[in-house]
């Protein structure tokens, strides 16, 4: 007998976090290992949703102005050494390009961790007047950092991305630059991917190489742990002055630009699969589901259920993205098919529903069936109103366990106690020194996630060491 | 005086096509050099026009199927040895990363130049049974080629591109994947770029490495120069033999699966400025402008006019790509800097024109105005008839000049000075033996481009042995 693809049980979320989530990537078919150490292949289920999230980005970036470029993938080892905190943050991971054919290069040449030297080397070349600026250039593109432990989607030695990279006349429009977009994702993972976040700064210690400051969206797995969903940065004038990327100002004189940088990566997919995923498989929020709603046929050998159902599929293609599954596997296989593939919703029709006028939607989030009439416009309105209700309830599912498992700490071992039995986000005061950081990640094995935008008073002294402080941080362990 | 961009005149296209060549991309604005030796910038006016490239070609490939996948760009040594002529054709030509972070890798890995491997070493795990074929798998990504001599667009180290890698149950399945792919490339090839081709299949010695067959759609630039546009891979089980790549068929018997690969690039921008640009610089075929109406406001300080602009590129913005120029250059500096972008319809706005209720429409192409009115919808008719006429008329004039330049040898010297003399392509019936190819390689520096699948009557002798042939091949120069 061939061997059929299987819908084998996956391991209980609540047991094994780790293994569920791979099981979910794999048996779901959104990404497979690779010959490749440390990159995986993004199936077509996989990419699928990397080219809605692309698409309503892309979007917003070009309705504000942005527009896209290509560099390219390979650095010149003198360009990237020429800001000196960059080159220290990310020498110790890029993979290097030695040999061309079966000739050794005069110099040798990295993929790309992140191409701020190349846009800025390009800027310094095209920037000459005021009138040139703003430039607000972004690319979509595939990045490489030599990583030592990898997780499909979270954590791959190649993954893709956008990088934005502006230049402005000012340090005031360079820092709007970077809360602008930072407001842009955060509209994404709330109203795209139905995530809630926490937005705020990272403290010095967990900035970007190269920044000035950078700004960062917090989001809370299932299992408590905290995932940096993307990051924006102020760039200041450092990269303009490593680079000398200078124009002339409208009274004649030279001033260094501003720069921002930013961007998010197909680490977003690691974050939908583990913020609503159930021991089911995916759960998938509407706008970002490749199929929206699958329309299983019961009882299809019976005369005119196929037919039907092929109609219905046509005919709900224009209020959703629908498909039709008729395969010759059982209707509960098919169930449970999809059910791991995240499709939000399930369409039921079998031969009493065509004699009765009307089908069965399940919902994916809930499970809830109920029927509905295929007379006029009733059937359209209802999957357009479920797939509403499903994004929004995955967006309560979500804030509701980021609000249960968010907690305030006094001191450092009270936050190791949260961590290790509760896990979780934990507000705490920090002094702003270093050292209080370290203490917190050789204690209790957890970072600073960020000093949100909305502090909260909870106290004025540092949770680690005593002084006085006026910093709330959010404080988690991270993936 | 601030250094604003100039719109200097460029290298004359009869004198010196090379520099002609160099002169658009630079002035247009399309690409730029970059410190990475053999690589370019896509700056925002070229990587909008390959956007609309991609989302045309997506489309039509979504309709006939197909689905996006992402692979590794790096691929291991072994596995691209796996097949023997594929690696023979390859390594001279590919960069390697023989390095991560500060360590030496234990097996080198290369910068993709193609995936036909990791696709195959995926298709060996994910293909069992006949019920999981055909695999209709493309990706959209950048690949590398360790070239020696290197132009914009035309031949980079690294481009941008499609692969299709397709898998199906028998040969004639990969034959005609490789077949249909060929004609919507030729489609689009006419129909979007407005680009005369001539299709065929390659031969033997300029077949892909590790192909049964290629098949490819040739063009000629306006110098009369070929360039071989995009190809299509009949791989027939050459692979899948290398790769064991087996289904279960019907009958219940391990049977190799059939293969097919293509891919077009980023040199199809190359194509269109050579085939439509003119010494005013780009010609863009409207389908793929960027922009495709550019307002120029006249006398814009006079009341009424920059406003009245304004309504009427909002206006027209749901007819055409519409933009309007509100910079304070200029009209007849306006006009040479959108000649030189290739921008179709040039819309010319005056106090005059307000008062009696027209505008003036300039085409690209000819150079032709004329006074459209502005009362109810006529122009927008008029908008949507000129971009028509347009298309037409750039492959009309493309597809004259290919006839024009299409010749007939005899002999091998007749060849080499119809192509040192006139430049063309040059009709000739060949033996189908490699060494009269060398012959020809030798003494004409011209290759085979492709053999025609429209043969014609032009005689039964090969015109470089004099043996008897029954094959027409289309000789040239090519890109």
Redesign the interface.
Known sequence: M???KRVESITDMNQDFAQWYTDVVRKAELA?Y???GG??????YG??I??LIQAHLDGELKATGH??????????EN?LQKEKDHIEGF????????????EELAE??C?RPTSET?FC??YS??I????DLPKL?NQW??V?R?EKTTRPFLRT??F?WQEGHTAHATAEESLAEALKILDIYCNMAENILAIPVIKGQKTEREKFAGALATYTFESMMHDGKALQTGTTHDLGDKFAQAFDIKY?DKDNKQQYVHQSSWGVTTRLIGAIIMVHGDNNGLVLPPAIAPTQVMIIPIASHKPGVEAAAKDLCTRLSKTARTKIDLSDKSPGWKFAEHEMKGIPIRLELGPKDIEAGQCIIARRDTNEKFTVSLEGDTLETAIADTLHAIHSNLFARANDRVKAKTYIAYNINELKSILDEKSGFVKAMWCRDEACEIVVKDHATATSRCIPFEQEAIGDECFVCGKPADTMVVWGRAY
């Open positions: 061939p061997k059929d497979e690779s010959e490749t990159c995986i292949i993004f199936q077509p990419y699928a990397w080219e527009e896209n470029v290509y560099m390219p993938m390979l650095i010149p360009l020498a110790p991971e890029v993979a290097w390009v030695t040999h061309g054919g079966s040798r040449l993929v190349l080397s390009h070349n095209i000459q007047s005021w009138r250039y593109c595939n490489m030599w030695r190649e893709l002339l």
